[in-house]
C-alpha cells in the first residue's frame, strides 16, 4: 500500500501510492514525454549471464530480519516464503486455505483434536528430508518461547500441545475449539539447524547465508547472498523443491530509497518488478512498450494510531504520552477532524477508499461500515463540540485546555522519512488540530526509529498500516491487552474487546463470530485507539517484455507480488517460454508477453482514471507543481 517501508503484521507493515513529489512529477512527465517522443527509448530489460534472473526493485530501508521468528515487515514475510514452507496456504482466487505441507487434515467431532497429514518426500535445501517433527518442533518454539511467540502465538490460541507420531502425521490438542484452523502460515524451520540456536540466542540469531552456505529451508528458494541490514538480497531456486522447480534461475531484491529511483530502474532495465509506486506513474507506466503495470487491490488499511497507555511487559506505564491521547473521547472526537475523501484524493492521487474499520471492506462477511449516525464525517464544529463536551475547552488564547485547565502542550506526530504518504497525512492533520486549537508538531523517523520509539511509549500519534488476512483474527488480536509490548502498538486494552475476542477465536457457530467481530470492529472505532485513513491500492509494474503469467491475488483484483504464498515466483515465465501460462484452474488474467513496441495494462478497482486534462497539468503546471507547498491547503 504505497511507497516507503514495509509493513508490520502477518505481511507486516502496508505500503501506498504516496502524495506527488517533485521527483515523482519528474518521473511522470519524463514518461509522457518519453511516450510522445519516440526517440526517448526504454532500456534494455535485466539480462543474467546465462541465467533467467528476475529483479525486484523494493521501496524502503530493507528487511527488518531473516529470522522468521523476529521480523515483522513485509520484504522479510516475502523472503520467508521463499526459503521455507508452511503447513498450509492460501488459494490464489479468495486466500481461503488450502494444502501446504499439509495434504489434508482433518479434526475431532468437539473440534479439539487437529490431525494433519504431511507430505512425505519433502527435503530442506542441504538434502536432510522435512518431515512432521520438523513441523511439530517449530510450533512447540512458538507456544513455549518468548521472541518465537511474537509473530504467530495468535494462530496457535488455546493449543495444548503438538506432536509428531510419525514423520507423516501431526496432531494438534486445544483447550477448546478454534475458529481459525486449518489457517497456520507460520514458516517451518529445519529441526537439525534450530536445535542448536538457544533461547538465550534467538533475539540475535540472524538467520542468514555463512560460510558461502545458503540458508537451510524447504521452500522453492534458498538465500544465498543478504544480511538483514543489507540492501540486496539474492535467492537460487531450490531444483529439489516438492512443488516443482520454478521457471527461473534467481531472484534478486534490491531495496531503494524512493520510488523515482525505482520506476528509472524499471525504465533503464536494471529491474524487472517494481511495487508500491503511486498511481500517477503506474497511469504513466501503462504507455510504455514492454511494460505492465496496474493498480491492485490491497487487502489491508492505514491509519493515524494514537499511544492509548504506553506500558512495560509488566503493565507498568511507560513513555510520556500526552495525557489528552490517552482519553477515548479526545481520540473519537478528532475523527470528525479527518477530511478523508480529501486525503485519498491529494495524498493517494485517488487510488484508495476513504477508511472506516480495522477489517477491510474487501472481506464483506467480516467488516463492519458504520452506520450514518455513527460514523466520521469531516466536520470541525461537531468534532469542536465533542472535545468541549469532554472538558477540552477552548481557552482565550484561542488553544484548548485539558479537563483540569492546563494546556494541552503540543501534541507529537511522528511521520516515517521514507513515506510521503505518511509525511503529507501527518501534515493534513496537523493543520486540521490547529483549526480546533490544538498544537501539533511532525517529525520524522525511519520506519526502525519509530518501531524503538513506539515500544518505548515515546509518541501521541503516528502514521502506518497494516495487511489484514482473510480471516481477520490475527489482526484483531494485536488490538488485545495481551499484545501491548508485542504485536500492539498503540497500547490498547479494552476488557470487553478482549472478551469478545477470546468468545470468536473458539466460536463454532459462524454467525454469531460474524457478529462478535463486527462489535469489537465498532469498539476500537469508538474508542479510537486508530482512525483509519484509508483503504488503498498498490500500484506495481513488470517488464513483459522479459517476464510474464504473473496472476494477481486474490483474482482477479488483486496483486502480483507480496502475496500470501509464492505462486508467482514458481509459476512466471521468462518471456522467451510464455507462449502459454497454464495458470492453476479459475485463475484469470494473467501477464502477458508484451514486445519493445507495444505496452500492456490493467486497472485495479480503486483508481480513478485521470484524462486529459493530466497531460495539461503536467506539461502547462510542472514548474508550479514542483515548488514546494508552504500550507497544506496548497498541496495538489
Request: net charge neutral.
Amino acid at each position: 500500500m504505497g511507497e516507503g517501508t514495509a509493513r508490520r503484521g502477518r505481511r507486516g507493515r502496508v505500503r501506498h501510492g504516496g502524495h506527488r513529489t517533485a521527483g515523482a512529477f519528474l518521473v511522470a512527465l519524463g514518461l509522457l514525454l518519453g511516450s510522445l517522443l519516440p526517440g526517448l527509448a526504454i532500456g534494455s530489460p535485466a539480462q543474467g549471464k546465462d541465467k533467467v534472473v528476475f529483479h525486484v526493485a523494493m521501496l524502503g530501508e530493507g528487511v527488518d530480519s531473516l529470522n522468521p521468528f523476529l521480523g515483522f515487515q513485509a520484504p522479510s514475510y516475502e523472503m520467508w516464503g521463499l526459503t521455507y514452507d508452511y503447513l498450509t496456504g492460501y488459494s490464489m482466487k479468495d486466500m481461503s486455505p488450502e494444502p501446504g505441507l499439509a495434504t489434508k487434515w482433518t479434526t475431532s467431532p468437539d473440534g479439539k483434536t487437529w490431525t494433519f497429514t504431511v507430505r512425505s518426500g519433502v527435503k530442506f535445501s542441504d538434502g536432510v528430508p522435512l518431515t512432521a517433527a520438523d513441523v511439530a518442533y517449530t510450533f512447540n518454539r512458538v507456544l513455549h518461547g518468548t521472541a518465537e511467540s511474537t509473530n504467530w502465538i495468535s494462530y496457535l490460541k488455546g493449543v495444548t500441545s503438538v506432536t509428531a507420531p510419525n514423520a507423516t502425521t501431526l496432531v494438534m490438542k486445544l483447550k477448546k475449539p478454534s475458529a481459525t484452523l486449518p489457517l497456520l502460515p507460520i514458516p517451518i524451520v529445519p529441526e537439525h539447524v534450530w536445535k542448536n540456536v538457544s533461547e538465550k540466542d534467538i533475539k540475535s540469531y540472524g538467520a542468514e547465508p555463512q560460510g558461502g552456505k545458503p540458508v537451510v529451508g524447504s521452500g522453492p528458494f534458498r538465500l544465498v547472498q543478504g544480511t538483514g541490514d543489507g540492501q540486496i538480497f539474492k535467492f537460487e531456486a531450490n531444483p529439489g523443491y516438492w512443488g516443482g522447480a520454478p521457471h527461473i534461475d534467481e531472484v534478486i531484491f534490491q531495496f531503494y530509497k524512493n520510488d523515482d529511483s525505482a520506476v528509472q530502474a524499471l525504465l533503464k532495465g536494471e529491474a524487472d518488478f517494481v511495487e508500491g509506486i503511486t498511481a500517477l506513474e503506474v497511469k504513466s507506466l501503462k504507455g510504455k512498450p514492454g511494460i505492465t503495470a496496474h493498480n491492485g487491490n490491497s487487502p489491508g488499511f492505514d491509519e493515524i494510531a494514537f499511544n492509548s497507555g504506553s506500558v512495560d511487559s509488566k503493565g507498568k506505564p511507560i513513555g510520556n504520552p500526552n495525557p489528552a491521547v490517552l482519553d477515548p473521547k479526545f481520540r473519537h472526537a478528532l475523527g470528525y477532524a479527518l477530511n478523508l475523501p480529501q486525503l485519498v484524493q491529494k495524498v493517494y492521487q485517488g487510488a484508495g477508499l476513504p477508511g472506516t474499520t480495522i477489517v477491510p471492506p474487501n472481506y464483506t462477511g467480516y467488516h463492519w461500515e458504520p452506520p450514518a449516525d455513527q460514523k466520521y464525517t469531516f466536520d470541525l464544529t461537531k468534532a469542536g463540540q465533542l472535545l468541549d463536551a469532554a472538558g477540552y475547552k477552548m481557552g482565550s488564547n484561542g488553544k484548548r485546555t485539558l479537563p483540569n485547565g492546563k494546556p494541552i502542550g503540543s501534541l507529537r506526530l511522528a511521520a516515517r522519512s521514507d513515506s510521503p504518504t505518511s509525511l503529507h497525512t501527518m501534515d493534513y492533520f496537523k493543520q486540521w488540530l490547529s483549526d480546533l486549537g490544538i498544537d501539533s508538531e511532525v517529525s520524522t523517523y525511519s520506519s526502525s526509529q519509530l518501531t524503538d520509539e513506539i515500544y518505548k511509549g515515546n509518541f501521541d500519534a503516528f502514521q502506518w498500516g497494516w495487511y489484514v488476512e482473510p480471516d481477520p483474527d490475527s489482526m484483531l488480536s494485536y488490538m488485545t491487552c495481551a499484545q501491548r509490548q508485542h504485536s500492539s502498538d498503540s497500547f490498547y486494552c479494552n476488557k470487553e474487546y478482549d472478551k469478545l475476542y477470546n468468545e470468536q477465536h473458539v466460536s463454532t457457530d459462524h454467525a454469531q463470530r460474524v457478529q462478535q467481530i463486527k462489535k469489537m470492529q465498532e469498539i476500537v472505532y469508538r474508542d479510537a485507539p486508530y482512525l483509519v485513513t484509508a483503504y488503498s491500492s498498490i500500484g506495481e509494474a513488470v517488464r513483459s517484455d522479459r517476464f510474464a503469467c504473473l496472476v494477481t491475488q486474490p483474482n482477479p483484483g488483486g496483486i502480483w507480488l507480496e502475496q500470501y504464498g509464492v505462486y508467482n515466483y514458481i509459476h512466471m515465465k521468462p518471456a522467451s517460454e510464455a507462449s502459454t501460462c497454464d495458470p492453476a484452474p479459475g485463475l484469470t488474467g494473467a501477464v502477458k508477453v508484451s514486445s519493445s513496441s507495444e505496452s500492456s495494462s490493467s486497472t485495479g478497482p480503486f483508481l480513478i482514471v485521470v484524462g486529459a486534462l493530466v497531460v495539461v497539468a503536467l506539461v502547462g503546471g510542472g514548474v508550479v507543481m514542483m515548488r514546494r507547498r508552504t500550507t497544506v491547503g496548497d498541496r495538489e
